[in-house]
């Protein structure tokens, strides 16, 4: 792990994304001015990174068209220097080229990247009661109890040329089991993925792995072993416990992702009013660490980022 990694912590804030229905939470942003407006109040609150997707702005349904990216990217580029991180995930019912077309449009700093195939089961989500807004959320929150979302290699390769080598985008390689730190370790041997390496640990999505401390502390044995001190890593958790297990990275030197694409809530029973109050909840709790957020600057430079003025809107 990277010695600078205990000083500086790197908050990423994950907006929207394409899991949550807007029938859920009316604070989730769905429209293009309300993803701009939270966005930009979560650079404001101390979010480094901002982690992007996109949604039509009829439905809210999970959108990567890039016209609909259009309609919030140069507003949030604009009104905060927050480092913007294009989803290459899309949606998991998305065909790839569908889902690159935005990074491929707007050569942002960085994108994420899913480091394998996996189930990706949502359909428990619709098992709550509730009054369904659009009449496609139920469907596609069921349907994936037969939902592989496809990352093979050969896809994996593809997005490191097109968008690593070719226009200099950096990664977020999203590694949602064990497995996944191999085939990085694997495109890192192939000259395809290059340090610093900043790895995002993924729980409790149902497919992947759980929400146990153990794992992580496994995770982090096994990166140091393939890695050594080219990479940092990054914890995400799904749903309740997305605060503890973002705690525990920051015990143990990583960063934290925190927003509305991998929780709904603040507290226990109490929605989020906004992706900003969860950035300043967590911010609270590492700061309380000993630990001091890292400017998007500073984030850019640990990260080896292009810079903000590359990016095409």
């Given at each position: 792990?990277?010695d600078?990694?205990?000083s500086k912590i790197?908050?990423?804030c994950a907006?929207t994304g394409?899991?949550?229905?807007?029938s859920?939470?009316?604070?989730l942003?769905w429209?293009?001015?309300?993803?701009?407006?939270?966005?930009?109040?979560a650079?404001?609150a101390?979010?480094?990174?901002?982690?992007?997707?996109?949604r039509d702005p009829?439905?809210?349904r999970?959108s990567?068209?890039?016209e609909?990216?259009?309609?919030?990217?140069?507003?949030?580029a604009?009104?905060c220097?927050?480092?913007?991180n294009?989803s290459t995930?899309?949606?998991?019912?998305?065909a790839?080229e569908?889902r690159?077309r935005?990074a491929l449009r707007?050569?942002?700093?960085m994108c994420?990247?899913?480091m394998?195939?996996?189930?990706?089961a949502?359909y428990?989500?619709?098992e709550?009661?509730?009054?369904?807004?659009?009449?496609?959320?139920?469907?596609?929150l069921r349907g994936?109890?037969?939902?592989v979302?496809?990352?093979?290699?050969r896809?994996?390769?593809?997005?490191?040329?097109?968008?690593?080598q070719?226009?200099?985008a950096?990664?977020?390689?999203?590694?949602?089991d064990?497995?996944h730190?191999y085939?990085?370790?694997h495109?890192a041997d192939?000259?395809?993925?290059?340090p610093?390496?900043?790895?995002?640990?993924v729980f409790?999505?149902?497919?992947g792995?759980g929400p146990?401390p153990?794992?992580?502390?496994?995770?982090?044995m096994?990166?140091d072993k393939l890695f050594?001190?080219d990479?940092?890593?990054?914890?995400?958790?799904?749903?309740?416990?997305q605060?503890?297990m973002?705690?525990?990275?920051a015990?143990?030197?990583?960063h934290v992702?925190?927003?509305?694409?991998d929780?709904l809530?603040?507290a226990?029973g109490?929605?989020?009013?906004?992706?900003?109050?969860?950035?300043?909840h967590?911010?609270?709790?590492?700061?309380g660490?000993g630990r001091?957020v890292?400017?998007?600057a500073?984030?850019?430079?640990?990260?080896?980022?292009k810079?903000?003025?590359?990016?095409?809107?």
């Amino acid at each position: 792990m990277l010695d600078d990694a205990m000083s500086k912590i790197i908050l990423t804030c994950a907006v929207t994304g394409s899991i949550h229905t807007p029938s859920m939470s009316p604070y989730l942003p769905w429209k293009p001015a309300d993803i701009a407006e939270q966005s930009v109040e979560a650079a404001r609150a101390g979010a480094t990174i901002l982690h992007l997707h996109a949604r039509d702005p009829g439905n809210g349904r999970p959108s990567a068209a890039p016209e609909h990216f259009a309609q919030f990217l140069p507003r949030i580029a604009r009104e905060c220097d927050a480092v913007i991180n294009i989803s290459t995930g899309g949606s998991a019912i998305m065909a790839l080229e569908e889902r690159l077309r935005p990074a491929l449009r707007f050569c942002p700093e960085m994108c994420s990247l899913n480091m394998g195939s996996m189930n990706f089961a949502l359909y428990p989500m619709a098992e709550k009661p509730r009054d369904w807004l659009f009449d496609w959320e139920e469907p596609f929150l069921r349907g994936t109890d037969d939902l592989v979302f496809k990352n093979t290699p050969r896809d994996i390769a593809g997005i490191l040329t097109r968008l690593g080598q070719e226009r200099g985008a950096r990664f977020e390689f999203e590694c949602y089991d064990v497995g996944h730190l191999y085939m990085l370790r694997h495109f890192a041997d192939r000259g395809l993925a290059r340090p610093p390496y900043f790895i995002q640990f993924v729980f409790g999505v149902l497919g992947g792995m759980g929400p146990d401390p153990e794992t992580l502390d496994h995770l982090i044995m096994l990166a140091d072993k393939l890695f050594g001190a080219d990479y940092l890593f990054s914890v995400l958790a799904a749903g309740r416990h997305q605060m503890p297990m973002a705690a525990r990275a920051a015990e143990r030197g990583g960063h934290v992702r925190v927003g509305l694409e991998d929780n709904l809530m603040i507290a226990r029973g109490q929605l989020a009013g906004s992706n900003a109050e969860q950035v300043r909840h967590i911010r609270e709790i590492v700061e309380g660490m000993g630990r001091d957020v890292a400017t998007p600057a500073e984030a850019r430079a640990m990260l080896g980022l292009k810079g903000a003025d590359k990016l095409a809107v």
